[in-house]
């Protein structure tokens, strides 16, 4: 029941609950009480040695969450501190919910199966308002294109409903879903893959393209390179990137919205103002939220923005979650087993091309499917040599992927506040899932704090630095 409460929580946390529950039943914070009624759910799954128990990212996320409440206590505004709980919390919420239901592969392959659905059916709405106006006042935004000062233009960007109601936002998403998408490629299966891969990517990248979001071209070149360096190398996917990314800017992807620092020179006052706030309270910030009591917009970085509001507390412990994770999935990708075992002296060990064949189709049954139908999830577990393990190779073909939806997710969020928005929180349930599969070889252990620590501080100077020059440079 637990899982079941989870997988509808975070369905609706996507699609918007707006559309399921009737206006007049939001002053009773549905989604509020439906995420409270899913963790009661999930209580019965704990146990000693539980998979939530094991993880850093339970207890920095646990961290995190009392900092962002604490931010507001040292702001001397106790109803403020209830707030950013009440604010924060279904976000945070699904990470713990993942963790505690989502204890074996079907399970993770339904929740990204869900999300990836629920961004087809978002961005089909969107479409159509698009082309037929209907249901235009939600699903699109008018926006007036200027040079200088003068007005020259109007453009029509599509976006989504609840926290996903910014086009960037929802350009966001939408980057963030591809590497999942592509978990459905199988070789050999034409048809499935121009159906469930092939059209679906297209569709999305049409999406993309329809949000003008020029931080999403930022984000599609993180993850097109990620993804092609093992095969093309650095400095041949370094180049595939960088093409896309000129190909792109000469259809005109950003809707005749210029790409420059001088038309970015509002969101480089923005970063401004969140250092000159990070001096002003350095420790714990001005509290959570507090960003816009100082600005007209948020920070428009997700790093600033937790720097600004949490203070180098908050901004070490969201870091730590981050740096924690990414280590994670980079060692599930490099597990000594994440190699098929050595076959038997016949035909397919004196005939590579016949094993590898073998093996591609073996991994492809595992992976990632859009079709869940429960005698599908049957077959693929009764083809694992062991039901009560998961094979290596699969959990690395969904840890490459996950890892560059996160990476997708971060080099946009340089350009959004997404700080304390639920993908991020769900991307790290997920990875932490994965981890925590039982696997036909040791996992590694988690790095300690120790080790971590000096990474996360050097990523904490960089990204000041980083943002110090933009900021001298642009001047």
Not at 129 to 148: D, M, N, P, V
Not at 174 to 192: C, D, E
Not at 227 to 251: C, E, H, S, Y
Not at 456 to 474: C, H, M, N
Request: aromatic content about 12%; proline content about 5%.
């Amino acid at each position: 029941m637990g899982f079941v409460l989870t997988v509808i929580y975070i369905a609706l946390t996507f699609v918007g609950p707006e559309q399921v529950f009737p206006v007049a039943w939001a002053t009773y914070r549905p989604m509020l009480w439906l995420a409270i009624l899913a963790l009661i759910a999930s209580i019965g799954s704990v146990r000693p040695g539980t998979a939530i128990f094991r993880f850093q990212q339970t207890y920095g996320l646990s961290l995190f969450v009392i900092v962002v409440v604490f931010s507001q206590v040292v702001q001397m505004w106790l109803g403020g501190a209830l707030l950013a709980f009440e604010k924060f919390f279904p976000s945070a919420i699904v990470y713990y919910l993942l963790v505690l239901n989502a204890n074996a592969l079907k399970r993770v392959r339904l929740v990204a199966f869900t999300i990836v659905v629920a961004a087809i059916f978002l961005l089909g709405e969107a479409i159509r308002a698009y082309y037929t106006g209907w249901g235009g006042a939600l699903f699109l935004l008018k926006e007036g294109i200027y040079s200088g000062d003068v007005l020259v233009g109007n453009l029509t960007r599509i976006r989504a409903l609840g926290f996903l109601n910014d086009p960037n936002d929802f350009a966001q998403y939408l980057v963030v879903m591809l590497p999942l998408i592509w978990l459905a490629w199988s070789r050999r299966k034409v048809f499935r893959n121009l159906l469930f891969v092939l059209l679906p990517t297209a569709y999305v990248l049409y999406g993309i393209y329809l949000t003008h979001s020029r931080g999403a071209l930022l984000g599609l070149a993180v993850v097109l390179l990620l993804a092609l360096q093992p095969r093309l190398g650095r400095f041949g996917a370094t180049i595939v990137a960088l093409g896309t990314i000129l190909a792109m800017a000469a259809l005109n992807f950003a809707g005749g919205r210029e790409i420059s620092v001088s038309a970015g020179v509002d969101r480089l006052e923005l970063w401004s103002t969140a250092l000159q706030l990070f001096k002003q309270s350095p420790i714990f910030g001005v509290g959570y939220g507090g960003f816009t009591d100082y600005a007209e917009q948020t920070a428009h970085n997700s790093f600033l923005l937790c720097l600004a509001e949490l203070g180098v507390v908050g901004f070490t412990v969201w870091l730590l979650l981050i740096v924690t994770t990414v280590q994670d999935l980079k060692g599930l990708t490099q597990e000594p087993g994440n190699t098929a075992p050595p076959e038997p002296e016949d035909e397919q060990t004196r005939n590579p091309g016949i094993r590898l064949e073998k093996q591609d189709r073996s991994s492809n049954l595992r992976a990632f499917s859009p079709q869940f139908s429960s005698g599908t999830a049957s077959l693929m577990e009764e083809a694992q040599p062991n039901a009560s393990t998961t094979d290596p190779i699969v959990i690395a073909r969904w840890a490459r992927a996950i890892r560059l939806s996160l990476f997708g997710f971060l080099a946009t969020a340089w350009f959004l506040s997404r700080t304390y928005e639920v993908t991020l929180y769900l991307l790290i349930g997920l990875a932490v899932c994965l981890t925590a599969l039982p696997s036909e070889h040791p996992k590694k252990k988690q790095l300690p704090l120790g080790r971590t620590l000096p990474i996360v501080a050097a990523l904490e100077v960089a990204v000041v630095v980083v943002v110090y020059a933009t900021l001298r440079l642009a001047r």
